[in-house]
Structures are given as structure tokens and as C-alpha cells.
């Protein structure tokens, strides 16, 4: 077993378990596929890096091993030092989606997860006296993707990160593949025909050795109705976030 030399921060619901079960089919990678929260949970730092050795998978000398946990870019003032101090050389990847889609695409997780009873939408994301959003809420402090990188970028050189697009991994994941590709510096394995579209999940499925790998069922899932006041003000909330993001990263994504 060998530490990991890539680590995907996240984002949450914006298709790193994806990425994780499509990139451990590359012959040069081995791919942690639970989410270890080594970094970001004291009680799992505290026993040290051999504990973290023995949660990754056997692998070869050589190949890449990544390991995903989500968490680790939320939790952005303790868990970039605690990686520097790891391995200063790690090469680290985001994904990204329209935060206002992921928003709502958290929310559906915790419906699907604690069940109907949980507060409505609203209430998670909407301060009921002041109107405001609440930018402490995990939620939102989630899609905040300028602050979460720009406190990455004080640990690490921009030249260790891949960041993605969410939205084009979702309807050509096989470009975005050869970005990782290219990024590891390993030979290109996925290619175009691998992918074959599922109109009834309504996302694409990998298709290799004559086996179809499609993401589970709880992949996808219908997002519940939510106000179109909500979602305005949302918006007009992430435009501005966004604005930020684009100057740092000196790029743009497809989102509203």
C-alpha cells in the first residue's frame, strides 16, 4: 500500500465519485474509493500516516494512487497545511459546478439522506428576519469557490491543480478524462467510444470489455421545487462569487 500522490478536494455534488470509479479503470491508477477524511477529521489525523497507508489500495511501484474526500475544501484553514506537511508535491484536482445547482443538488442529498422532515430549502440557505443569505450555512459556504481556492492558493502553486469543469465532464467526460490524463502524465486511455449515453438516467455510462458501469441510481436524482424567488436571489448572490472566482482562476465556466 502506498500514500497518495493525487488528492480531488471536491467539490461536493459536483462528480468526484464519478471521476473516482471512471479513473480507477486506467491501469496507472489506484483509486481509494471511500472517502478517507484523513485530512480534515482530527480523529483520523491523529493516527498518523500509517493508519492513512493501510485505507489506501495495493498498487504498483510507479502508478498513481488518489484518494477523494470532498470535505477537504471546505475545511480550508486547517487541511491545506496539514497536505503541505504531507507531501508538498501532491497534485490536486477540483471540480466545479454552477454553485447554484449544487446548492440545490446538497439539499436534495440531505432529503434523500435524513428524509422529508428536515426544514425546507429555504430555511437552510435564507436568514427568515434579515433576508440575507447565509454564507455560514455548509450549503452555501460550499458553493463560496473563491474564498475555498484562494485559501488553497496561500499553501500551493496554482501549477499543482486541475481545476474542471462539472458541467463539461458531464456531457463529454471523455475530454475531460484526457485533461486528468494529461495532468498526471499518463498515457491516454479513455477515448470517445468508452462513453454511451443512458437517456434514462440521463448521464453517460462507461462502457469497457463489453461491461456497462453506470453511476448508481441515487446519481441524478429529481431535485425537489423550490421558489423561483429563492433561486433569484441565489443567483444574484453566486453572480457576484462567481465574478471573483473568474478573476482568480482567469477563466470562466458555463453558468448563468
Known amino acids: 500500500r502506498r500514500l497518495p500522490n493525487v488528492l480531488i478536494l471536491g467539490a461536493m455534488k459536483a462528480g468526484t465519485s464519478t471521476m473516482m470509479r471512471y479513473l480507477n479503470f486506467h491501469p496507472d491508477v489506484h483509486c481509494a474509493l471511500m472517502e478517507v477524511n484523513y485530512f480534515d477529521k482530527d480523529e483520523n489525523y491523529e493516527q498518523g500516516p500509517e493508519w492513512y497507508r493501510n485505507q489506501m489500495p495495493w498498487s504498483k511501484p ?3 494512487v488518489i484518494e477523494k474526500s470532498p470535505a477537504y475544501l ?3 484553514k486547517k487541511v491545506p497545511p496539514r497536505v503541505l506537511a504531507f507531501n508538498s508535491t501532491v497534485k490536486l484536482i477540483i471540480i466545479l459546478k454552477d454553485p447554484l445547482k449544487r446548492t440545490v443538488s446538497h439539499y436534495t442529498h440531505r432529503l434523500a439522506v435524513n428524509g422529508p422532515n ?3 430549502f429555504y430555511h437552510y440557505v435564507v436568514n427568515s428576519e434579515t433576508k ?3 454564507t455560514d450555512s455548509l450549503l452555501i459556504k460550499t458553493s463560496m469557490y473563491y474564498e475555498r481556492i484562494h485559501d488553497w492558493f496561500k499553501w500551493f502553486p496554482q501549477k499543482q491543480f ?3 469543469s462539472g458541467e463539461q465532464f458531464e456531457r463529454q467526460p471523455w475530454q475531460t478524462l484526457r485533461e486528468v490524463e ?3 502524465g499518463i498515457k491516454p486511455f479513455f477515448r470517445h467510444e468508452h462513453f454511451q449515453y443512458n437517456s434514462t438516467k440521463g448521464f453517460f455510462c462507461l462502457k469497457l470489455t463489453n461491461k456497462t458501469h453506470c453511476m448508481s441510481s441515487n446519481k441524478g436524482r429529481a ?3 423550490i421558489a423561483l424567488e429563492t433561486l433569484e436571489k441565489l443567483q444574484n448572490f453566486f453572480n457576484i462569487e462567481n465574478q471573483k472566482l473568474y478573476f482568480l482562476l482567469n477563466r470562466t465556466f458555463d453558468w448563468p
Open 132 to 134: 440575507k443569505i447565509l
Open 162 to 164: 486541475l481545476i474542471l
Open 74 to 76: 471546505q475545511w480550508t
Open 223 to 225: 431535485h425537489p421545487a
Open 118 to 120: 428536515i426544514q425546507k
Open 62 to 64: 510507479g502508478k498513481i
Open 182 to 184: 494529461t495532468f498526471l
